[in-house]
C-alpha cells in the first residue's frame, strides 16, 4: 500500500512539474488559448513584418500580387513559342530530316549497252529472326514468361546467328 501511495505522489509531482514548464514555455512565446494583456485589448496581434531588404524590389513591384506574375510568365511563354514558329529554322546547325533515299544498284555487262538491275534478296534465315523476335516481344508485353518464351529466345538466337553468317560478306 506504501509503494501505490508513493507511486500516485510521484505521479502528481511530475504532472505539476510538466504543468508548470508549459505554463513558462506559454508566458515565453504567447498563447492563444489565453486571453490577451491588457496593453493588447485595442487590437488583434499582428505578426511582426520582416523588414524587406534594401534594393530587393523596385518600390512599383513589390505589391504586385502572384497571379500577376504567373500571368506574365504564360505571356512570355507563349511569345517564345510564336516566335520559333516564325522564325526561320537554323541554317548552321544540323540539316533538317530529309526522307531516306533508296537506292539501287545497277550493273553495266562490258559487252552491252543495256543496263540490269541488281535484286536485293532476303536470307531466310532473316526472316525467321524477324519474325521469332516479333513473338518475342508478343510474349513480354502480355507478360508471358513461361517456358515458350525460352523456347522462343533459343531459337531466335540460333536464327539470328545464322542470318548474320549469310548476310555477311
Not at 39 to 45: L, S, T
Not at 70 to 79: I, P
Given at each position: ?25 506559454g ?26 531588404p ?79 523476335a ?36
Amino acid at each position: 500500500m506504501a509503494t501505490d501511495r508513493d507511486e500516485r505522489r510521484r505521479q502528481e509531482r511530475e504532472l505539476e512539474e510538466i504543468r508548470r514548464s508549459f505554463a513558462e514555455m506559454g508566458a515565453r512565446m504567447g498563447s492563444l488559448f489565453e486571453p490577451a494583456d491588457a496593453d493588447e485589448q485595442d487590437g488583434p496581434r499582428k505578426p511582426p513584418q520582416p523588414a524587406a531588404p534594401a534594393g530587393s524590389l523596385p518600390p512599383g513591384l513589390q505589391g504586385r500580387p502572384r497571379w500577376w506574375w504567373a500571368a506574365a510568365l504564360g505571356l512570355l511563354f507563349v511569345a517564345g513559342t510564336a516566335f520559333g514558329w516564325i522564325l526561320p529554322k537554323s541554317d548552321g546547325g544540323e540539316p533538317e530530316a530529309a526522307p531516306p533515299q533508296t537506292t539501287i544498284a545497277t550493273t553495266v555487262a562490258p559487252t552491252t549497252t543495256a543496263a540490269t538491275q541488281t535484286v536485293v534478296s532476303v536470307p531466310e534465315e532473316c526472316l525467321e529472326a524477324a519474325e521469332l523476335a516479333d513473338e518475342i516481344i508478343s510474349a513480354l508485353t502480355r507478360d508471358e514468361r513461361d517456358n515458350r518464351l525460352a523456347l522462343n529466345l533459343r531459337d531466335y538466337s540460333v536464327a539470328n546467328q545464322a542470318c548474320r553468317e549469310e548476310a555477311s560478306p
